[in-house]
């Protein structure tokens, strides 16, 4: 909104300075402070609000050390996140473009689903809160609506390098912009694949149909990352720290894939206009950071699902986009071991009871991290080494991008 109106006084009356609102660097600088003020500013009157309306959190008893404290905790803090990511989103970033759109949508979307979730868990007194064929039917949707703006709109393309007679790419980018079903994968020749590949083999004129696995492929990354998040959502300042890191990963990606300069230099595809993701990206930073203020232990206010659903979708959606969805595995992956040590806790004990006719766990209790408070380390030091381990994916994705 505001860079519309700069770019009106910058090309009708030359006002000086109006020329920055240009940069994306400039941009992205405001967002970041802007969500940051939003969450701590704003963030303490929601909190107020919260309790005035006495939402708070309903523990369940697990027997875990520190989870009386934890009773009436104000919750549905996923509010302070959802406003400090779409102000600044709305505020400084070009509204024509198709990427900040679909992650305005996206982010309403999911945020949505959260919410009625959390709304039903604290009005209807309903533990179980949204059914979940409900919340997997609204996280298919999203992943439907991205999906397949990806696939039919025109202006979501990429330029990839040339490719000589002998098979290797030169060091020029193809003039034209073009609609492509390749992806960025680690540890592969030229960091690419091609859908068309898993679909070539069932005859010709089958290319045109990978699509369809593409949507599959979206639906199934945005619905495991979401739920993923949530699944991370069980200690104070865990799920909203572990996103701030994996957000800075997809700013530098965005940045990247949307600078051509970059994108050359690290022998990429380069995506057109992706470059405004960074502005979203750099939002959705801040309002994690600003958050941690209020969720850090001892925490003041939940997020809920309004904010745990909507952080993983979030970072799935921006993933998908910039084509790094099968480096989400390295990068997302808290979320990932969270998620698996739910599916093998649940599978084992169900197996060891029909054969032993007794169930067994392989974890103290699942998802991980209640493994180690269990064993008796303190919540915080959990949440720090989480961190940890998160920074540590980080970096190792991003360097994947130069290995060959």
């Excluded at 990839?160 to 540890?187: D, R, W």
């Amino acid at each position: 909104m505001i860079y519309y109106i700069f770019e009106f006084l910058e090309n009708n009356y030359n006002l000086p300075g109006a020329g920055v609102f240009q940069y994306i660097s400039f941009r992205s600088a405001l967002a970041i402070i802007t969500s940051l003020l939003v969450s701590l500013v704003f963030g303490g009157k929601i909190i107020k609000f919260i309790k005035k309306k006495q939402i708070g959190e309903d523990v369940r008893e697990l027997g875990l050390a520190g989870e009386e404290s934890k009773k009436g905790t104000p919750t549905m803090g996923g509010l302070i996140i959802l406003s400090a990511i779409l102000i600044p989103t709305i505020l400084f970033a070009r509204l024509d473009n198709i990427y900040i759109l679909i992650m305005i949508i996206s982010t309403i979307w999911l945020g949505l689903i959260g919410f009625i979730d959390d709304y039903i868990k604290v009005f209807k007194k309903d533990k179980a809160g949204l059914a979940g064929k409900f919340k997997i039917l609204g996280q298919v949707g999203i992943g439907l609506i991205v999906a397949l703006v990806m696939v039919f709109n025109n202006q979501i393309v990429v330029k990839e390098k040339l490719v000589s007679s002998n098979g290797q790419q030169n060091y020029e980018f193809v003039e034209v912009a073009q609609k492509s079903s390749k992806t960025t994968i680690p540890f592969m020749k030229n960091n690419e694949f091609d859908y068309q590949k898993l679909t070539s083999w069932m005859g010709d004129g089958m290319s045109k149909y990978a699509w369809i696995l593409f949507v599959l492929v979206v639906v199934l990354v945005i619905t495991a990352v979401s739920n993923g998040a949530n699944m991370t959502d069980g200690l104070d300042g865990l799920a909203t720290g572990v996103s701030a890191i994996i957000g800075i990963t997809l700013a530098i990606f965005c940045y990247v894939s949307g600078n051509i300069i970059a994108a050359d230099y690290l022998n990429i595809m380069y995506i057109p206009y992706s470059g405004e993701l960074v502005i979203y990206m750099s939002a959705f930073v801040g309002s994690c950071i600003g958050f941690l203020w209020y969720n850090s232990y001892p925490a003041q206010v939940f997020m809920g699902d309004t904010g745990s659903l909507a952080l993983g979708g979030i970072i799935a959606v921006v993933a998908i986009l910039v084509r790094k969805e099968l480096m989400i595995p390295i990068l997302c992956g808290i979320f990932l071991i969270e998620n698996l040590s739910v599916i093998l806790q649940v599978g084992y004990f169900k197996y060891t009871r029909r054969k032993l006719g007794v169930g067994k766990r392989i974890f103290k209790m699942a998802p991980l991290h209640h493994h180690y408070q269990l064993l008796g380390i303190h919540e915080s030091k959990i949440v720090t080494r989480f961190w940890i381990v998160g920074i540590l994916l980080a970096v190792v994705t991003i360097v994947t991008l130069k290995l060959r």
